[in-house]
């Protein structure tokens, strides 16, 4: 079990958490920087009459960090106190608050959405938190470059922060994520993902839980056991399977790269796998972007996106799974999202799903 993490405050009074291994505490120091105070400047929540989904609208991110060179990037160990989001000489994994964020204010005080009747402008708070997760104080590394304590170090961190997010009034949704690679769209190029806690159920986990709430009416069984089960018996799209998790290429693949990663138990979030089950989680998961990595001349571009669900009515059927998946059809080209994607959500894949199982297996 790994021990609580050291809260420290940066200048503008957001919080920073330091997660270390056993062997290397954390020595931070004052945050120095003469950071101007945090206002009540907040982003909105606009819903969408044509879609019944929500849009946050962040136009303060417009103002945020944009590809600076190494020297100065904020995520990388800044010892004076002077010259980085982490005060400190050194730090194995840290999660801070984001200092542009889409979401905030999720505090201890309540908050619920506005009611949807006729109203065709009904808007919102942006209520919620967005935080930043840095993988290592390697500038130069890369996720699947972390020795194993580390990763797992990362997926307590992941644990511990959805722990806390999911407590607060107003949040609904509980989401880590990663984007690795200017491709995909990238401005800080330091090892780094993010965590949001949304007040609504993001789209995409809203429409499967659709889905699954649906097969259970027909089936009496939950929908992603039963492809999980579905795919072991056909074996051609695993990628590796272990004694607690499954890796493998979804049927139905929408990417050119697309692996997805579930225990071979139902659970919903990070916080009900086991201690064995989180060590596994750390290798298998690190595995397969190793995969990832080899694939080409050049390191994948991907997303990676952990979906994680709360033990409520709402959320029951959702089982905890990763989902990763890269634009990168081949050695040179890069699959763009034009008009039948981005316009219809109607996706078409330039290559079939067995064989880039064959040939994540054979990497």
Request: glycine share 6%; proline share 9%; hydrophobic share 35%.
């Amino acid at each position: 079990m790994t021990a609580e993490p050291t809260h420290w405050p940066l200048a503008d009074g957001r919080d920073l958490f330091f997660f270390s291994l056993p062997e290397h505490p954390p020595a931070p120091v004052p945050d120095r920087r003469p950071l101007p105070e945090r206002t009540d400047q907040r982003s909105e929540l606009r819903f969408d009459r044509t879609t019944g989904q929500w849009v946050i609208i962040a136009a303060l991110r417009q103002d945020r960090t944009y590809k600076p060179p190494a020297e100065a990037c904020p995520l990388c160990p800044g010892p004076s106190g002077l010259t980085s989001e982490i005060p400190a000489p050194d730090y194995d994994v840290v999660v801070f608050e984001n200092r542009f964020p889409s979401l905030s204010g999720a505090g201890t005080a309540p908050f619920v959405l506005p009611p949807l009747n006729d109203d065709l402008s009904t808007s919102a708070p942006g209520h919620g938190r967005c935080e930043v997760i840095c993988f290592s104080s390697d500038h130069t590394g890369s996720f699947a470059q972390l020795p194993t304590a580390q990763a797992r170090l990362v997926v307590d961190a992941w644990r511990h922060r959805t722990a806390d997010l999911m407590s607060r009034p107003g949040i609904a949704h509980v989401f880590c994520f990663e984007n690795r690679g200017e491709e995909i769209g990238v401005t800080l190029t330091h090892p780094h993902g993010q965590i949001y806690g949304y007040p609504f159920l993001a789209p995409r986990a809203a429409m499967m839980l659709d889905q699954a709430r649906s097969h259970r009416a027909r089936t009496g069984t939950n929908l992603f056991a039963d492809l999980i089960t579905r795919e072991i018996a056909d074996g051609q799209r695993i990628v590796a399977r272990t004694d607690s998790f499954t890796a493998f290429v979804p049927f139905a693949a929408r990417w050119p790269v697309e692996v997805h990663i579930y225990p071979n138990r139902f659970v919903h979030n990070l916080t009900e796998l086991t201690e064995p089950e989180l060590d596994g989680f750390a290798e298998i998961y690190t595995e397969i972007l190793g995969r990832f990595d080899r694939m080409y001349s050049t390191p994948l571009p991907y997303i990676s996106a952990l979906h994680q669900y709360a033990d409520t009515d709402e959320q029951r059927e959702g089982y905890f799974h990763v989902e990763l998946m890269s634009i990168r059809r081949s050695d040179t080209k890069l699959k763009f999202l034009a008009g039948s994607e981005s316009a219809m959500d109607a996706f078409i894949s330039d290559v079939t799903p067995e064989s880039v199982a064959k040939r994540l297996r054979e990497l």
